[in-house]
């Protein structure tokens, strides 16, 4: 298998890179998170014009077929430009699931508006008992005479206070479904909250909301499986994500430490700080490693998903507060200022940590799978097609 990037991947690597330092710089990200809404419509709608919002779906649903590398590589951007726009609540997770279960008429509207840039769907699913349980939902949906009524509190849902569109998991006869929910359904509170990395969520509280019988996303599918291999390839992509901050963590110490003259000569000169970054950097390729294998296991089966997936989250887990409480030492003072990204790449990461599952809930779900002997002794990579 060739693990090399092709052309194509490299331009898309550069241009993402490219447009996020010319559009996107640390300053630009401050007065966006300090904003009133927290978004930028017009960095979005560039979003949209790049065809970034397009890359994952399907051509026949209007997309560009992209795969889970070139997802990859628009993470790692997204983790250096420390961007809070909701690309991966709303295109990976909530525009995911709507590709998988939705209806053509669902598929035509809610991913119609996505890929234009005009429409924000979120995923409200996990509850405060959940955990890492994604199948303990307490939220009920009751057959109406014209559809059904939704009642129950999903806290903290990603890319909520953006969404035009909430697709909302409940428990139907006993089994998870989802459904379509407009934000300003009656019957439907959204509450703001700011999170430790400057990004924002909504806790949701649905009391009796109706909603028309055709919101219901594929009532024959299997929702809970289908929404946890959403997750998986979310972590993927978050898993990504921090490899490009980690990337940009190193970068930035060291040109730190070349600009710090300390007793006559510059930090960097000095052989025990050398070998810190270098370790630093070989941390930051075993990460890449890892992140690469989730990104080629997010279409495998089940088993082997959760193996590439949560044994790159467990691995990130570790090295990546690691390389980032480094990065943090040897700017001293300076990295906890906030003239600097160190201090917010590195709650970033802390919250990518305990986002979709810790590293402890990762490490557990990991270890379980590979107690199999047949995947413990397996090929890491599937074999081509």
């Known amino acids: 298998m060739d693990l090399n990037y092709s052309d194509e991947q490299l331009l898309l690597k550069e241009s993402a890179e490219r447009f996020l330092k010319d559009r996107y710089d640390f300053e630009k990200r401050n007065k966006i998170i300090a904003s009133e809404t927290g978004f930028d419509a017009g960095i979005w709608s560039e979003m949209a014009d790049l065809g970034w919002l397009a890359l994952p779906f399907a051509e026949e649903n209007g997309g560009l077929g992209g795969s889970a590398v070139e997802i990859s590589l628009i993470m ?8 809070v726009e909701p690309y991966l609540a ?3 997770l909530a525009g995911g699931l709507v590709e998988k279960l939705g209806s053509a008429d669902q598929k035509a509207k809610i991913l119609g508006g996505l890929i234009a840039g005009t429409s924000r769907p979120a995923l409200a699913h996990t509850e405060r008992q959940t955990g890492f349980n994604l199948g303990n939902i307490a939220a009920a949906a009751m057959k109406s005479a014209d559809g059904y009524t939704i009642s129950g509190e999903k806290p903290l849902v990603p890319g909520g206070p953006f969404a035009d569109i909430f697709l909302v998991s409940a428990k139907l006869d006993g089994s998870v479904k989802l459904f379509v929910v407009p934000a300003d359904a009656a ?3 959204s509450t703001q909250v700011k999170l430790v990395d400057g990004s924002r969520a909504s806790d949701l509280v649905l009391d009796n909301v109706s909603v028309p019988a055709s919101a219901l996303l594929d009532a024959a599918a299997d929702t809970l499986c289908e929404i946890e291999a959403a997750h998986d390839r979310a972590n993927a992509a978050l898993a990504s994500e921090a490899v490009g901050i980690m990337d940009a963590l190193i970068d930035a110490t060291v040109a730190y430490t070349k600009e710090r003259v300390q007793f006559g000569k510059p930090l960097a000169a000095f052989q025990a700080l050398q070998h810190r970054m270098a370790e630093m950097a070989v941390k ?21 998903r959760i193996r590439g997936v949560s044994g790159a989250r467990a691995k990130i887990g570790k090295v990546s507060r690691s390389v980032a409480q480094e990065a943090i030492q040897l700017h001293g003072a300076m990295g ?8 917010a790449w590195f709650r970033r990461l802390y919250a990518i940590e305990n986002t979709f599952g810790t590293t402890a809930d990762h490490l557990k779900r990991y270890g379980e799978i590979i107690r199999d002997p047949a995947m413990l002794s397996g090929s890491l990579l599937r074999e081509p097609a």
């Open 90 to 92: 709303s295109v990976i």
């Open 76 to 83: 790692e951007a997204i983790g250096r430009a420390l961007v």
């Open 187 to 189: 019957g439907l509170t």
């Open 284 to 304: 930051c390729q075993e990460a890449r490693g890892s992140a690469l294998l989730a990104t080629l296991s997010v279409d495998a089966p089940r088993a082997m």
């Open 336 to 343: 906890f200022s906030e003239e600097m990204p160190i201090g």
